[in-house]
């Protein structure tokens, strides 16, 4: 069995906005694509049914579903991975005091190619909540979480 692993962060006194976050994110190294040019995303209307979408969707697009979706109160999702890595994360929020993102798309871990060891949080943490922090983004809480899944 492998392990699950999850990061909520309260970002709420930088913005109300999840799409703020998402850009920052984007801004020092996750982009929404994978080597292929595809995102994955969850759609308008997806009423929380996680029915994840695979494809070719320009930024701007991808933009304007993040905002609309969350205007709608739905969950925003979507996949992204650290430049020039193999590593990627999984963002879902419904609103910037409540954001989730696991690492789940081949997992850093500890001990490299070993999918039942601990995950290595101190490279997540230094990746996005330090540098959230850097730029700005007041982290007011976040917490670590992983279980044997």
Known sequence: MGREASFELNCSDYSDNVL?????LNSF????YDEDGHAEYLPVG????FDWQ???ISESDLYSLAERKQQRGETVGLVMYYRDTEYGITLLAASTSEI????NINRKTLIEDDECSVTDVSWYAERI??????YNCDVQSFQFEECVG
């Open 29 to 32: 190294g996750w982009t929404y």
């Open 20 to 24: 703020d976050i998402i850009r920052l």
């Open 54 to 56: 695979f494809g070719e």
């Open 129 to 134: 909540i330090q540098k959230l922090m850097w």
């Open 46 to 49: 997806d009423n929380d049914d």
């Open 100 to 103: 989730l993102i696991m690492p």
